[in-house]
């Protein structure tokens, strides 16, 4: 079993930051990708940013410039640093996992947390 615990959501003003963090805990050997999905109701959820094994990042264009993507191996944990925050970026932010399947060589499993609120206002 593994679990993802999203921290530090909460309420901010435009133009303000938060930092996110997410630790993957439980049954770990390894983690390959890693990253940071958002979702509004009306609104399908979408990618905000991934990390790959080797630190590559892939950021979402609306978030582009503004947000980071980091990781620490070490603590299981992927971070996303979010400065001057806009109204749009209010959503629940999920983090995900990406793990080996047991049963492939080919394939990764990928794990969900429950999300944290992040709320933007003005």
């Known amino acids: 079993q593994v679990q993802l615990v999203e921290s530090g959501g909460g309420l901010v003003q435009a133009g303000g930051s938060l930092r996110l963090s997410c630790e993957a805990s439980?049954?770990?050997?390894?983690?390959?990708?890693m990253g940071w999905y958002r979702q509004t109701p009306g609104k399908q959820r979408e990618l905000v940013a991934d990390?790959?094994?080797?630190?590559?990042?892939n950021y979402a264009r609306p978030v582009k410039g503004r947000f980071t993507i980091s990781r620490d191996n070490a603590k299981n944990t992927v971070y996303l640093q979010m400065n001057s925050l806009k109204f749009e970026d209010t959503a629940v932010y999920y983090c995900?996992?990406?793990?080996?399947?047991?049963?492939?060589?080919?394939?990764?499993?990928?794990?969900w947390g429950q999300g944290t609120q992040v709320t933007v206002s003005s």
């Open positions: 995900t996992a990406d793990l080996p399947n047991p049963h492939s060589d080919l394939a990764r499993l990928r794990y």
């Open positions: 439980g049954s770990i050997s390894s983690i390959s990708a």
């Open positions: 990390i790959d094994g080797d630190g590559s990042t």
